[in-house]
């Protein structure tokens, strides 16, 4: 079984740079196939996807945040990283890592095999 666990700040301030980890073990992100996405949950609101990277390192991003939006990974470490610029309050969310096989249905929360937690990110001045 895959397991992921998340590792944000908890609080930041706005304009700030919201950097987010996500741990993986029980596989290697670059196994063939596999995709890691970052989902958002805002107080009161549904799931959003923010974007993914492939096995091999490709990037997706959702259009609405590409522009603020940047997913890295570090092999040595089997963590996946996201990074998210110029937080405001309406950033303020809990935050999940995520992975499943292959891209179909990547924006998709439901598709996804398995899941982290979550970690709470609050952006207050």
């Known amino acids: 079984q895959v397991q992921l666990q998340e590792m944000g700040p908890g609080l930041m301030k706005p304009s700030q740079t919201l950097s987010l980890t996500c741990t993986v073990n029980?596989?290697?992100?670059?196994?063939?196939?596999?995709?890691w996405s970052w989902f958002r949950q805002p107080p009161g609101k549904g799931l959003e996807w923010m974007g993914a990277?492939?096995?091999?390192?490709?990037?997706y991003y959702s259009p609405s945040l590409k522009s603020r939006t940047s997913i890295s990974r570090d092999t040595s470490k089997n963590q996946f990283t996201l990074q998210l610029l110029s937080v405001t309050p309406e950033d303020t969310a809990v935050y999940y890592c995520?992975?499943?096989?292959?891209?179909?249905?990547?924006?998709?929360?439901?598709?996804?095999?398995?899941r982290g937690q979550g970690t709470q990110v609050t952006v207050s001045s």
């Open positions: 029980g596989v290697s992100i670059t196994s063939y196939y596999y995709y």
């Open positions: 990277i492939s096995y091999g390192g490709l990037t």
């Open positions: 995520a992975t499943k096989k292959a891209p179909r249905g990547i924006s998709s929360w439901y598709s996804y095999d398995d």
